[in-house]
């Protein structure tokens, strides 16, 4: 048995731990905001790009944001990666800014990986996952779409093809 004594009795520090672990946790619970809805408006956030320059989502107001929250040892996040240059590419003069924030712990694994497959779109860091905890992301990629705005638009979990025809036309509407 776990102590001595009689056995329907529990020891008296396990009643003061429990309370304490029950005070935690509410007051944890009552500090954390309210997960993001559609068409509420967007958690702001501030994270520092690969060249330590500061990025906050206010300095995107008027644009459509695809707001991509990735890791480099994803292999979905990955295989998505070229799709959102293409996505990018194709309408970031209408007003579309993509921008991925990896989640990744060491800093050292974003540069090479941006190097490798030649990503030319705004890249963030959120070294611990302050800002994916906001937006409450679970699951590897995820994406939130925000409109010109700043308000919710979509949220999408797992990897897409975001050139594909069927996207390309979603966001042209959200652009016009």
Not at 24 to 45: I, N, S
Not at 62 to 67: A, D, F, T, Y
Not at 75 to 94: F, I, K, N
Not at 102 to 114: H, K, L, N
């Amino acid at each position: 048995m776990g102590f001595h004594g009689d056995p329907g009795r529990r020891p008296a520090w396990r009643g003061a731990a429990s309370l304490l672990v029950v005070a935690a946790l509410a007051g944890a619970c009552a500090e954390k905001p309210d997960p993001p809805a559609a068409d509420a408006p967007a958690p702001p956030f501030e994270l520092l790009d690969l060249d330590d320059r500061p990025h906050r989502l206010s300095d995107f107001a008027g644009q459509v944001v695809v707001l991509n929250f990735w890791a480099t040892w994803c292999p979905p996040c990955v295989e998505e990666m070229p799709s959102l240059q293409r996505l990018q590419d194709l309408l970031g003069d209408d007003g579309l800014e993509v921008v991925a924030v990896s989640v990744d712990e060491r800093y050292s694994d974003i540069p090479p990986f941006v190097a490798e497959h030649g990503l030319r779109f705004l890249v963030l860091h959120d070294l611990g996952k302050r800002v994916s905890r906001r937006y409450e992301v679970f699951q590897f990629p995820e994406t939130w779409i925000i409109r010109r705005d700043g308000t919710l638009a979509a949220h999408i979990i797992g990897a897409r093809d975001w050139a594909a025809p069927a996207s390309l036309e979603i966001f042209r509407d959200l652009l016009e």
